[in-house]
């Protein structure tokens, strides 16, 4: 097999939750061939703290989000580049998200869209992509409410997920301890308010990430602030969503601060991971393959401080995991059986890394 692309999101500046050291998006190489070592570390363009990146499905083109905030800079912006046969980028556009600390990119399923979700402002927005693979204005849309933390006097819109039917949008808001539900209407580029408004989950929870299971009608939600995941039960032809309850990604006999960031289910459907930033660890779990309910399986060390967002390989035999304060990104092999995380051995300096994108295969 010839060797795989990977870009790497990461912090550029020092902000009041990171030192960023990085130069901008970074581009790297796989070779699976050599059990997945990492090479070609290179600056593929200079952006000021590209958190997030997102690919799109034809790999023609790659989304970055600018995360800005404060006095200077109270807005962020989303970037669209091209990715050139030697994958390097070349910037298409630029257009402010309208919000500040702008933190999670998503395509739709008909890769005519493209939303940002803004930690700050609880606003969400919607642009189309154009034949050329930059973007226009769709639709902005703002989540309000708040929650019984310190941290959720205010919504903050932390990741925004279509559905595998991609009718509905679902807004994490971390700020609300709330799953936004919106119907994407494609004509119009716009989203709107669906008759089921939100699944509530439990007080604190703090709603980060979530992920679909492939087959089963179920999403996982991972909460930062109480270190659980959810399971989202869905029917999507009546367009109704319930939470099926909770499961801590701790230790039960930990009692340090932590704070959950990214989830992944595994592409057969079998397992499930998770990450504890504070324990630094990733969390495992089994999949019942008639229910989809979750049983903790065990913890791994990601061997660095704060793992941000991880990727599964194409695969599904490797994860990478980014170790945001560590400056590190470290590998690890998927016992096909089980589940199980095992130690590679390998890592790889890498700036302040947050969001590790595979090149479609």
Same mark, same amino acid.
């Given at each position: 097999?010839?060797?795989?692309?990977?870009?790497?999101?990461?912090?550029?500046?020092?902000?009041?939750?990171?030192?960023?050291?990085?130069?901008?998006?970074?581009?790297?190489?796989?070779?699976?061939?050599?059990?997945?070592?990492?090479?070609?570390?290179?600056?593929?363009?200079?952006?000021?703290?590209?958190?997030?990146?997102?690919?799109?499905?034809?790999?023609?083109?790659?989304?970055?989000?600018?995360?800005?905030?404060?006095?200077?800079?109270?807005?962020?912006?989303?970037?669209?580049?091209?990715?050139?046969?030697?994958?390097?980028?070349?910037?298409?556009?630029?257009?402010?998200?309208?919000?500040?600390? &702008?933190? !999670?990119?998503?395509?739709?399923? =008909?890769?005519?869209?493209?939303? +940002?979700? %803004?930690? @700050? #402002?609880?606003?969400? $927005?919607?642009?189309?992509?154009?034949?050329?693979?930059?973007?226009?204005?769709?639709?902005?849309?703002?989540?309000?409410?708040?929650?019984?933390?310190?941290?959720?006097?205010?919504s903050h819109a932390h990741s925004v997920r279509f559905?595998?039917?991609?009718?509905?949008?679902?807004?994490?808001?971390?700020?609300?301890?709330?799953?936004?539900?919106?119907?994407?209407?494609?004509?119009?580029?716009?989203?709107?308010?669906?008759?089921?408004?939100?699944?509530?989950?439990?007080?604190?929870?703090? &709603?980060? !990430?979530?992920?679909?299971?492939? =087959?089963?009608?179920?999403?996982? +939600?991972? %909460?930062? @602030? #109480?270190?659980?995941? $959810?399971?989202?039960?869905?029917?999507?032809?009546?367009?109704?969503?319930?939470?099926?309850?909770?499961?801590?990604?701790?230790?039960?006999?930990?009692?340090?601060?932590?704070?959950?960031?990214?989830?992944?289910?595994?592409?057969?459907?079998?397992?499930?991971?998770?990450?504890?930033?504070?324990?630094?660890?990733?969390?495992?779990?089994?999949?019942?393959?008639?229910?989809?309910?979750?049983?903790?399986?065990?913890?791994?060390?990601?061997?660095?401080?704060?793992?941000?967002?991880?990727?599964?390989?194409?695969?599904?035999?490797?994860?990478?995991?980014?170790?945001?304060?560590?400056? %590190?990104?470290?590998?690890?092999?998927?016992?096909?059986?089980?589940?199980?995380?095992?130690?590679?051995?390998?890592?790889?300096?890498?700036?302040?890394?947050?969001?590790?994108?595979?090149?479609?295969?």
């Open positions: 097999m010839t060797q795989q692309s990977l870009f790497v999101g990461t912090y550029t500046r020092k902000e009041g939750h990171v030192d960023g050291q990085a130069s901008g998006v970074y581009h790297m190489t796989r070779s699976p061939q050599e059990g997945g070592k990492i090479g070609h570390l290179e600056t593929a363009f200079e952006v000021v703290n590209p958190s997030f990146v997102k690919v799109s499905e034809d790999g023609k083109n790659l989304y970055a989000v600018s995360e800005l905030a404060g006095e200077a800079t109270p807005t962020g912006s989303l970037r669209a580049f091209a990715i050139g046969a030697d994958h390097t980028l070349t910037p298409l556009n630029e257009l402010s998200t309208l919000a500040g600390a &702008p933190c !999670h990119i998503e395509l739709d399923h =008909t890769q005519q869209f493209v939303a +940002v979700a %803004n930690y @700050l #402002d609880g606003i969400v $927005n919607l642009y189309r992509r154009m034949e050329d693979g930059s973007i226009a204005p769709a639709d902005t849309i703002r989540v309000e409410g708040s929650g019984p933390t310190p941290r959720q006097k205010s559905t595998p039917d991609n009718q509905f949008a679902l807004v994490m808001d971390l700020g609300s301890d709330k799953i936004w539900i919106f119907k994407l209407d494609q004509e119009q580029g716009q989203l709107l308010t669906h008759t089921q408004p939100v699944v509530e989950l439990q007080g604190g929870a703090g &709603p980060r !990430h979530l992920d679909f299971h492939p =087959t089963l009608p179920i999403a996982y +939600v991972i %909460n930062e @602030l #109480d270190n659980t995941i $959810n399971v989202i039960r869905m029917d999507l032809e009546a367009g109704t969503f319930k939470d099926a309850g909770a499961i801590s990604t701790l230790p039960a006999d930990f009692d340090g601060q932590s704070g959950c960031a990214d989830i992944h289910v595994h592409p057969s459907g079998k397992f499930l991971y998770g990450s504890n930033r504070g324990h630094n660890s990733l969390a495992m779990f089994s999949i019942d393959e008639e229910t989809g309910a979750l049983t903790l399986m065990g913890h791994i060390s990601t061997e660095g401080d704060h793992p941000r967002n991880f990727a599964i390989s194409p695969e599904g035999d490797q994860i990478y995991v980014a170790n945001q304060n560590a400056s %590190n990104i470290v590998l690890y092999d998927i016992d096909p059986a089980s589940g199980m995380l095992s130690y590679t051995g390998d890592q790889w300096p890498v700036p302040t890394p947050v969001c590790i994108e595979f090149m479609p295969m």
